[in-house]
């Protein structure tokens, strides 16, 4: 009996302040509000990646290099879509920057609670990835 394949569907940030975050992940990533109750937003991604935005408050801690998930990556398959990305990006961080590496051009920002975000172009459905970036690591 063969098994059926489970997919990474969604992700869950916990945020200090959830209308911030709401508007951040709409304006930035076209995400749409599907739910919202209380302190928590269920965000709809293009291409339907669901993003669970709970609020914790400014005193919750976000520690970065421990284990566990530290941040999301984005693709997006066009040259114009990505520099459209950064501009916006750079618009409400002035810390975003660029790079170049195995014929993969990354993006990266972070989100109103300074969770760090990498954007890559093209998508790796496009370009299949053929070495690490090692600002990954950082």
């Given at each position: 009996?063969?098994?059926?394949?489970?997919?990474?569907?969604?992700?869950v940030?916990?945020?200090?302040?959830?209308?911030?975050?709401?508007?951040?992940?709409?304006?930035?990533?076209?995400?749409?509000?599907?739910?919202?109750?209380?302190?928590?937003?269920?965000?709809?991604?293009p291409?339907?990646?669901?993003?669970?935005?709970?609020?914790?408050?400014?005193?919750?801690?976000?520690?970065?290099?421990?284990?566990?998930?530290?941040?999301?990556?984005?693709?997006?398959?066009?040259?114009?879509?990505?520099?459209?990305?950064?501009q916006?990006?750079?618009?409400?961080?002035r810390?975003?920057?660029?790079?170049?590496?195995?014929?993969?051009?990354?993006?990266?920002?972070?989100d109103?609670?300074?969770?760090?975000l990498?954007?890559?172009?093209?998508?790796?459905?496009?370009?299949p990835?053929?070495?690490?970036?090692?600002l990954l690591?950082?």
């Open positions: 009996m063969a098994l059926e394949q489970a997919t990474v569907a969604s992700a940030i916990s945020v200090a302040d959830l209308d911030r975050s709401v508007d951040f992940y709409r304006d930035v990533f076209e995400c749409e509000v599907s739910l919202r109750e209380g302190e928590a937003a269920l965000m709809l991604a291409g339907g990646f669901q993003l669970y935005l709970i609020e914790k408050g400014s005193r919750a801690q976000h520690p970065s290099g421990g284990i566990g998930v530290q941040y999301l990556m984005w693709a997006i398959d066009s040259p114009a879509g990505l520099a459209g990305l950064e916006s990006l750079h618009a409400r961080d810390h975003t920057h660029a790079h170049t590496r195995g014929g993969v051009r990354f993006v990266e920002s972070q109103p609670d300074g969770i760090r990498v954007i890559a172009q093209p998508s790796p459905d496009e370009r990835r053929s070495m690490l970036d090692l690591y950082l």
